[in-house]
C-alpha cells in the first residue's frame, strides 16, 4: 500500500515530499495537473526478472533481518511465493497501485517500494497488497479495487491490524517517484489502527515522526527515517 505525505528532515534545509507506502512511505514530488499516468501501462512495465526482484525485496532491511525472510514476487496474476523464510519477516516490493487511488503515481510502471515486514506486518498488513494486487491485476478499475478493499475488510476476509505491526524501508534501489533519488530516504514504518491525534508528537516542529491516516487500508502510518542505508552506509541528503 502506498500513501501521500508531505513533511520535512528536521534540521536540514530541505524541503521533502513523502509518500507512505505500505502498508509503506514512498516520496512524492508535487506534481502539476496533467495526469502522467491516465490508465494502467502494459502488465510488462510494472515486472522484474525474478532475481532481481528477490534480490531488491532483500534490500528493504539489513542482511541480518532480510537474509533469513520469506520474500514475494509479482507475477502475472498477484504475488508469487519465492522463498518462504524462517524468521517470520517478508520482504516485497510494492507498486503503484499500492497508493491512495487519487494519487497521481498510481499507474506509474517505474514505481519500486522494497518493504521488509516483520511478523505482525506480514500476517495483517501484507494481505491487503496482496488483495489490491489481485484485484488490479483481474483487471479491476480504481474505483472497484476501492470497493473490493472495503467489501474484504467488512467481511472479514481481510485481517484486523495487528499491534507491534512495522516494516523496514532502507533500500537504496528505491524507485519512489520521477523526481530524483535525493528525495528518497531510509525509514521505519509503524502501522497503528486509524487515528488523527498527535499524542505521539508526530508532524509537530523537531519532531523525528512523521504520519499519514490511510482510510482505505484503516489504519494510520508513522514513519520514522533513520540515517543509514540497509547495506550500512549513511544517508546524506543531496548526496548520493
Not at 478499475?141 to 523496514?168: N, R, V
Not at 504520519?211 to 514513519?223: F, I, K
Amino acid at each position: 500500500m502506498v500513501n501521500s505525505l508531505n513533511s520535512r528532515i528536521i534540521g536540514l534545509a530541505a524541503s521533502i515530499a513523502l509518500l507512505v507506502m505500505l502498508g509503506t512511505a514512498w516520496p512524492l514530488r508535487a506534481q502539476g495537473s496533467k495526469t502522467l499516468y491516465p490508465k494502467m501501462a502494459p502488465l510488462d512495465q510494472y515486472l522484474m526478472g525474478r532475481d532481481a526482484e528477490i534480490a531488491m525485496a532483500r534490500s528493504a532491511a539489513p542482511p541480518s533481518i532480510s537474509r533469513d525472510a520469506g520474500v514475494l514476487v509479482l507475477g502475472r496474476n498477484g504475488y508469487e511465493t519465492a522463498d518462504k523464510g524462517t524468521n517470520g519477516f517478508v520482504c516485497i516490493v510494492e507498486r503503484g497501485w499500492t497508493a491512495p487511488t487519487n494519487d497521481p503515481n498510481f499507474w506509474n510502471p517505474k514505481l519500486r517500494g522494497p518493504l521488509c515486514l516483520n511478523p505482525a506486518a506480514a500476517r495483517s498488513y501484507l494481505p491487503i497488497t496482496i488483495k489490491k494486487t489481485e484485484l488490479i491485476l483481474a483487471g479491476e478499475s480504481k474505483s472497484q479495487m476501492a470497493d473490493g478493499i472495503k467489501a474484504a475488510f467488512d467481511t472479514s476476509k481481510l485481517p484486523k491490524l495487528e499491534p507491534g505491526a512495522m516494516c523496514y524501508m532502507l533500500s537504496k534501489q528505491q524507485y519512489l517517484n520521477d523526481g530524483t533519488v535525493h528525495d528518497w530516504h531510509p525509514h521505519l514504518m509503524f502501522f497503528i489502527p486509524e487515528s488523527d491525534s498527535v499524542a505521539r508528537g508526530e508532524n509537530l516542529s523537531g519532531s523525528p515522526v512523521l504520519t499519514s491516516p490511510d482510510p482505505m487500508d484503516r489504519l494510520t502510518v508513522l514513519m520514522v527515517l533513520v540515517p543509514k542505508w540497509s547495506d550500512g552506509t549513511p544517508d546524506f541528503v543531496g548526496k548520493r
